[in-house]
C-alpha cells in the first residue's frame, strides 16, 4: 500500500526544483540514458512492444493504453509520419499538463521521442494553449537543448534517425 511515507513520485518528480527544467539537470537524474540505450538497442516494433506490456496509458480521460493505440499505426506507411502532442487543458481547473512542461519539460521531450521512433515519426508538433507563454518559453528552450546535444535534429542521437520537434 502507498502512504505518504513510502510515496515516490516519479512523474512529478522534478516539480518544485528550481532548475528542474534545465538539460543538465534531467541529465543528472538519470534522464535520456534510457532514450539513448532504446535508440541503440532496440528497433520500433521492439518499442511498442515493451510499452504495450508496461501497461502505460494515456493521461487523457479515457486512460486508452498507449502500446495498444500504436499498433493501430500502418505498419509500411510510404510517406511521413506525424506525431501530435496534445498539452491542451481545455477542462476548467487542469494544469497537470503545465507543471510537467515548466518543471520538467526534458521529461516531455524524451517520452516525445521515444513515442516518435515507436511509430516512425519524422516530426512531432506539440500543441500548446495560447495561454501559457512561459510553458511556451520554457519548453522551447528545452527543444532548444535537445537540439543543441544532438538528442533531436539531423542524425539524432548518432542514429541516422532525423526527427524533428515544434511548438505550435
Not at 113 to 136: D, N, Q
Request: proline share 6%; hydrophobic share 35%.
Amino acid at each position: 500500500m502507498i502512504t505518504s511515507d513510502t510515496f515516490e513520485p516519479v512523474l512529478l518528480e522534478a516539480a518544485g526544483i528550481d532548475d528542474g527544467h534545465t538539460i543538465e539537470s534531467y541529465r543528472s537524474r538519470g534522464g535520456y540514458a534510457p532514450l539513448e540505450k532504446l535508440l541503440s538497442e532496440k528497433q520500433p516494433p521492439e518499442v511498442v512492444e515493451m510499452v504495450k506490456s508496461s501497461g502505460l496509458r494515456g493521461r487523457g480521460g479515457a486512460g486508452f493504453m498507449t502500446g495498444l493505440k500504436w499498433t493501430f499505426l500502418p505498419k509500411d506507411h510510404p510517406g511521413p509520419i506525424y506525431l501530435c502532442v496534445n498539452a491542451d487543458e481545455s477542462e476548467p481547473g487542469t494544469f497537470n499538463n503545465r507543471i510537467l512542461m515548466e518543471d520538467d519539460p526534458h521529461q516531455v521531450l524524451e517520452g516525445t521521442i521515444i513515442s516518435a521512433y515507436a511509430t516512425r515519426a519524422s516530426t512531432a508538433y506539440i500543441y500548446l494553449r495560447y495561454e501559457y507563454p512561459k510553458s511556451w518559453d520554457i519548453l522551447q528552450k528545452a527543444i532548444d537543448e535537445a537540439y543543441e546535444n544532438n538528442l533531436i535534429g539531423k542524425n539524432a542521437c548518432g542514429t541516422g534517425w532525423d526527427f524533428d520537434i515544434y511548438l505550435h
